[in-house]
């Protein structure tokens, strides 16, 4: 046998004592097999095992997230038993014992038996733990947290992540998803955790009746300033849990005029019409502008799987439908809101990669603008009197009132409400972000995503930049920021261009966020012109550099 093959006894010990500690025979059966083939020598069976067992999963952006598979690192039910034994520890420890714990799930495979699972460990040590009624959006779940006086929520879920993820979200009884050192805590109480066998687990656990549905959905109906049904609707749920929810909230603002994409209404976690069910990637939205287009629609709308997520899409100019960035679409609905807010002394909020177009939408209403750090569990924690906050990953949050995360569903209704009133006045979105350029200089985004199989090349790449960022890019001298150790990230900025480099903290990617800003001094055709051809400029030397520090 190849040296390279050799299965270490260190790795072998390990996974047997997993297999024995496992509660689910067909996870127990898979590793097994797995170390068979080690043991035996098999080609690459050494490695797969060392990756399986490479765990624990650790609370990420927006918690954990991994394959459903066998061993420590992967989602697996013997994996949210001891996430949840250590989750039961940490809120004991801060004296929420015998309070309402709300546990939630998407449509993904695992969902199901995961959060029962989780749901049975809050319930034998001593919670009132809750399951809402079926797979559900994500938005619903972090509401619930906040209706019901929950001490935490937990919700299965990998979002817009590929077929072969699950994940888990954990909110705090803010609603908010959990932020440091909190994380700390729970990952240092899951280490202390005893085998997943060993953790007691009691069935029985009560179910939400639809009233949890409908209380969501009667804050949502009152979102809208405009009230006009007058509009036509394309919307996908790309085979997520989200297509039911959003036609009942769209129609009880009075939207019937409402077309699914057939083939993405139900949920499937195979995801079969899209290589990533992610409405930020090439293809993913294809069916719905294809439909957008035949159905002679006003407005496209495109949900994520968990719903928590939304995307716009409009006709362009030249009658051809596009998807408009998150960018495009933050600062729209970020307009909209300071537009409209009865809110004494305002405040939006952003984050470091996204547009900062937003900030001078704020100037000119008045209001104050804070940006954070990636992820809405920053967001939602910007400060009082939050009225709305977006990331440029399609995330919105336009009810912080009663949904402190981003939300796709509310975000639709919205969207919905403000293009029928443009629409009564003979206008577009696309008139609005003219408008918008017009008074705040034209602000153009792009990002550079670098999908890796081994995560040690981001830190290779972050550790290079770092020790020599570049000293020109685009023709503009720029200097460059470390954001560490607050942020895993860098901050490159010249005159009129901005760049941030940071790994993702859900999908195995390396992330380039580049902005360009460009002054309307003459017509807003140039500006745009000027705009486009320097952020251009941008992503090939940005992708150049990367490129050369990979090599």
């Given amino acids: 046998m190849s040296e390279p093959d050799r299965l270490p006894r260190e790795l072998r010990n390990r996974a047997f004592a997993w297999i024995t500690q ?30 399986r067992m490479a765990g624990p999963l650790r609370f990420g952006t927006a918690g954990l997230r991994g394959p459903v598979r066998a061993g420590s690192n992967g989602m697996n039910t013997a994996v949210v038993v001891r996430t949840t034994a ?48 079926g797979p559900l959006p994500t938005p619903v779940l972090a509401f619930a947290v906040r209706e019901l006086g929950a001490a935490a929520g937990v919700q299965i879920t990998a979002s ?12 705090d009884e803010s609603g908010s998803q959990i932020v440091p050192p909190s994380d700390a805590e729970i990952e240092a109480a899951i280490a202390e955790a005893p085998g997943a066998i060993r953790v007691e687990r009691t069935p029985g656990v009560p179910v939400l009746g639809n009233e949890i549905v409908d209380a969501y959905l009667a804050k949502v109906v009152a979102i809208p300033s405009g009230r006009s049904g007058a509009l036509r609707i394309a919307a996908t749920a790309l085979h997520g849990v989200g297509a039911q929810t959003l036609r009942r909230a769209l129609a009880a603002v009075g939207f019937e005029d409402v077309h699914l994409v057939a083939e993405q209404s139900e949920p499937d976690p195979d995801f079969p019409t899209v290589s990533f069910p992610n409405p930020e990637e090439p293809g993913a939205t294809d069916l719905l502008l294809a439909l957008a287009a035949e159905v002679d629609a006003d407005l496209a709308v495109a949900l994520d799987p968990d719903a928590d997520r939304c995307a716009l899409g409009v006709r362009d100019r030249d009658g051809a ?4 960035r998150g960018d495009e679409t933050g600062v729209l609905l970020g307009e909209h809101v300071l537009s409209t807010t009865k809110a004494q002394d305002p405040l939006v909020a952003t984050t470091i990669v996204s547009s900062s177009m937003l900030g001078r939408i704020a100037a000119e209403h008045g209001a104050r603008y804070a940006e954070t750090l990636t992820g809405f569990k920053w967001l939602t924690r910007a400060g009082e009197g939050l009225v709305f906050a977006y990331e440029e990953a399609l995330g919105l949050c336009v009810n912080p009132d009663f949904v402190r995360d981003k939300d796709g ?9 403000f293009a029928a009133g443009l629409k009564a006045e003979g206008r577009t979105l696309l008139d609005v972000l003219d408008d918008l350029a017009a008074r705040h200089g034209v602000h153009v985004t792009d990002q550079v995503s670098l999908r890796v199989t081994d995560l040690g090349v981001r830190t290779e790449l972050m550790d290079s930049v770092r020790a020599a960022p570049p000293a020109v890019l685009a023709g503009t001298p720029v200097t460059a920021e470390d954001l560490s150790p607050g942020a895993d990230a860098i901050r490159i900025t010249g005159e009129g261009l901005r760049v941030v480099i940071r790994p993702s903290g859900t999908e195995p990617k390396l992330k380039t966020y580049l902005q360009v800003v460009e002054p309307v001094t ?6 745009r012109a000027r705009a486009t051809s320097r952020l251009a400029a941008l992503r090939q030397d940005v992708e150049s550099l990367l490129s050369s520090r990979r090599d």
């Fill in 86 to 133: 250590g989750v039961a520890a940490w809120l004991a420890q801060r004296g929420k014992t015998g309070q309402i714990v709300v546990v939630g799930r998407d449509a993904r495979h695992g969902s199901e038996r995961f959060a029962t699972a989780a749901a049975e460990v809050l319930y034998a040590a001593g919670f009132d733990a809750r399951l809402l009624p």
């Fill in 522 to 527: 003459g017509s807003l055709a140039e500006a």
């Fill in 321 to 324: 439908w596009r998807m408009l």
């Fill in 22 to 51: 496992d509660v689910d025979a067909d996870t127990r059966e898979e590793l097994e097999a797995v170390l068979a083939r080690a043991m035996h020598g098999e080609p690459g069976a050494v490695a797969d095992l060392a990756d």
């Fill in 160 to 171: 817009h992540n590929p077929p072969a993820d699950n994940g888990y979200k954990l909110y």
């Fill in 409 to 417: 569903i509310a975000a639709a209704v919205m969207a919905c409400d």
